[in-house]
């Protein structure tokens, strides 16, 4: 099993519905938690940590599961600006920082 | 304001053939400083990271090597590249003195590497 999975997709969503996808890490000592997108050929940016309570940035929704050891990210009234590949990132340790191979997400007019 | 510069964008190269990598950091100083590949389908590897001039080091086994001559240049290299070796290679950098930033990286824009 990976460390941390996503499903890579292609989720094609049509412009302004809502789309969530998850990310599943399988560190029980997982400490810190982000979202980075990126565009194609481009390279990564965060764009959320991933806080205990789950936290939110306009129309971006993070949020954690110890539990079941995953996160996820749900993005509400999509623009056709957020097609991307999002990518997840799972700190374990000191130093250990662990990369989803991320999930694209093709928003259709 | 903090800016990285990494180049060249794409590059192919013969097998066997060295390679070169050049990353620097503008606006900061005493950076971490980081090399990633990204293979295809694949999450981002770290390669080599540092903390300072001439401290490396390194995360897996490979024909690569890294170097940082100065406090905000950060170098990857190959004697003899693989086929194995292409992939998109990003340099990163963060300033907030941990070992990786909890706050996230910045990256550089990337060189896309063609072995053949």
């Known amino acids: 099993r990976k460390e941390v999975e996503q499903d890579p997709g292609p989720f094609n969503v049509p412009e302004g519905a809502t789309v969530a996808f998850n990310c599943t890490y399988s560190?029980?000592?997982?400490?810190?938690f982000f979202w980075y997108r990126q565009d194609c050929r481009k390279e990564p940016k965060l764009l959320m940590s991933?806080?205990?309570?789950?936290n939110e940035d306009g129309r971006f929704t993070a949020q954690l599961n110890r539990a079941s050891q995953y996160i996820s990210l749900l993005i509400r009234d999509s623009k056709l600006s957020d097609s991307a590949t999002y990518l997840c990132?799972?700190?374990?340790?000191?130093?250990?920082?662990?990369w989803g191979a991320g999930t694209k997400l093709i928003i259709k007019p | 304001s903090q800016t990285i510069h990494q180049w060249p964008a794409t590059l192919v190269q013969p097998v066997g053939s060295p390679l070169s990598l050049e990353c620097t950091v503008e606006?900061?100083?005493?950076?971490?400083l980081y090399w990633y590949r990204q293979a295809a389908g694949r999450g981002l590897q770290l390669l080599f990271y540092?903390?300072?001039?001439?401290?490396i080091s390194s995360e897996v086994p490979q024909n690569l090597s890294a170097s940082r001559p100065q406090d905000r240049q950060f170098i990857l290299s190959s004697k003899k590249l693989l086929l194995s070796d292409s992939g998109f290679y990003l340099c990163?950098?963060?300033?907030?003195?941990?070992?990786?930033?909890?706050?996230?990286?910045?990256f550089g824009s990337g060189t896309r590497l063609t072995v053949v």
């Open positions: 990163a950098w963060t300033d907030d003195g941990q070992l990786p930033s909890i706050y996230g990286y910045t």
């Open positions: 606006g900061t100083s005493n950076p971490n």
């Open positions: 540092s903390v300072g001039i001439g401290q």
């Open positions: 560190n029980s000592a997982s400490q810190s």
């Open positions: 991933v806080y205990s309570s789950g």
């Open positions: 990132v799972v700190r374990t340790g000191n130093y250990q920082l662990i």
